[in-house]
């Protein structure tokens, strides 16, 4: 960790809301919990504190479906996904809220212990949100209208995690994506020089983290490298910063089970926290 860089941008944290990004100036909406595909109603219980007014928030990025809807014969997937139970609540609600506490542990960052889910379609919500997480983006299905808002977003300051997508397939789905909402901008490896692995701990050495579900593989699908990659503004600001071949999310949810290997959770949180501090910082 770099103690001296770390204090620098960490204080400069405790005025994000305030100053590092135009954003508008919109109530946002009331924190409402959804079931998700892995965890009902109730059955991740809510933290006491849960209605604490803080700096930051988990933002996790509500969907519509996409090209493997017919999934939805085999009943996980079915229903309206802005009520949840589809592909955007992977992981959800327990890796936001294992992430939350990790961050508020690990840095000064106020932080919210519970998550705020968030749509495109929503008015101008997504605005009151600078950082925003989405999962599985290989199997989403964004509408060119949530395409143009979340390039507005972007562009207007905000930053975009794209995690848990693996495989040609599921890179040429969210890079079809992209290019709707980025027709002139590039997907490029980000290099290990970027301030994005270096705001709080020094990550060069990435390596690949693996679901639990493919933890005896090695890897999904025929995504066997990770890819650390990322879009961005005319400033040499990262405005959306890509996960591919890998399962951040699961290093999240995970943290706390012992058969998860260590690993994984240790690079996935610290490389969370980096994006977290980067996004308020630049």
Known sequence: MKIGNASWFLGCALVFLGTAYALDRTLPH???????????LGTVPLPPDFQEKTEWAFARLMYPGGWNDGYCATGRYCGDWREGLTLWTQDFPRADRHFAQAVRRLTRISVRSVEQPVSLDDGDDIYNWPWLYAVQVGEWGITETEAKKLRDYLLRGGFFMADDFHGTVEWQVFEQSMKRVFPDRPIVDIPDSDAIFHTVYDLDDRYQVVGVEHLAEGHKKDGYVARWRGIYDDKGRIMVAISFNSDIGD???????????????ALGIRVGVNYIVYAMTH
Not at 253 to 265: G, N, V
């Open 30 to 40: 009331p924190f409402r919990q959804y079931p998700g595909v892995e965890y009902r």
């Open 251 to 265: 290093s999240w949810e995970w943290a706390d089970e012992p058969q998860y290997p260590e690993k994984y959770s």
